[in-house]
């Protein structure tokens, strides 16, 4: 086992939509959040891409769409209490995605709108289920 060093977290993709005209009042709107976790692993260099897409939309129409990507390169150390593998499905995700989700929160804000703020994920479930994760949730 080893210990683990973040050494960067990249952007590596940003992309938001928005209708210019948006009724926030409606009370069928939805979001769908899709995440997705890819990683690779060289030796000591660990390298993690957590891509999320997210749309807001309602009967008509998807109101808002965004796709992040950020890479979380991280270094493997010694004595780490936690084996490689799980590193890689659960804490390095945790580690970035409280980035990709300031970013579309700042986005958001942005684009006139108010913040989007994702919920919290259990990446622990996340890695015993699939890798991939859909929440659907009313806005």
């Not at 990249?10 to 899709?34: A, P």
């Not at 129409?61 to 493997?76: D, H, R, V």
């Amino acid at each position: 086992m080893e210990t683990f060093k973040l050494n960067k977290i990249l952007l590596i993709e940003s992309h938001f939509k928005r209708e210019t005209e948006i009724n926030f009042q409606n009370k069928t709107t939805k979001n769908n959040i899709n995440i997705d976790i890819k990683n690779t692993v060289k030796e000591k260099d660990i390298n993690v891409i957590l891509t999320l897409d997210f749309k807001s939309y309602d009967d008509v129409k998807t109101n808002i769409e965004a796709k992040i990507i950020m890479a979380g390169l991280f270094e493997a150390c010694d004595s780490p209490p936690i084996s490689t593998e799980s590193f890689v499905e659960v804490n390095a995700p945790a580690i970035i995605f409280p980035f990709v989700r300031e970013h579309l929160s700042t986005v958001s804000l942005k684009a006139g709108i108010k913040p989007i703020l994702l919920p919290p994920v259990n990446f622990f479930e996340l890695a015993k289920s699939k890798k991939s994760i859909q929440v659907e949730s009313k806005d």
